[in-house]
């Protein structure tokens, strides 16, 4: 299976944006489905948005929609997160993931595998 290797995190002030990258190393994004996950520190995992590539169909935590856009690269070797307006309760570790079945229960997190070691994300108030 690929190698999944989050980037683009950092401390960014309420308001701001971030845009997260997730490469493929080594392949393309051979699932159905990709999603981004965050945690918080003392948290769980927490699901935050998924991307269908059949149909480019997308889905978002109630707490991103509106603010935050998944999209995927031509290749389907690259997966995007652009984050708008950053609350201080975005801040978490970012993470993409795969997921082998539909946007069925996509808000699970534990219905996710090979996770990337993910990006930092802090906003500041």
């Known amino acids: 299976q690929v190698q999944l290797v989050e980037s683009g995190g950092g401390l960014v002030q309420a308001g701001g944006s971030l845009r997260l990258s997730c490469a493929a190393s080594?392949?393309?994004?051979?699932?159905?489905?990709m999603g981004w996950l965050r945690q918080a520190p003392g948290k769980g995992r927490e699901f935050v948005s998924a991307?269908?590539?059949?149909?480019?169909?997308?889905y978002y935590a109630d707490s991103v929609k509106g603010r935050f856009t998944i999209s995927g690269g031509d290749a389907k070797n690259t997966l995007y997160l652009q984050m708008n307006s950053l609350r201080p309760e975005d801040t978490a570790r970012y993470f993409c993931?795969?997921?082998?079945?539909?946007?069925?229960?996509?808000?699970?997190?534990?219905?996710?595998?090979?996770w990337g070691h993910g990006t930092q994300v802090t906003v500041s108030s």
């Open positions: 991307i269908k590539w059949a149909g480019n169909t997308t």
């Open positions: 080594g392949g393309t994004f051979d699932y159905p489905v």
């Open positions: 993931a795969a997921r082998e079945h539909g946007l069925v229960g996509v808000t699970v997190a534990s219905t996710y595998h090979n």
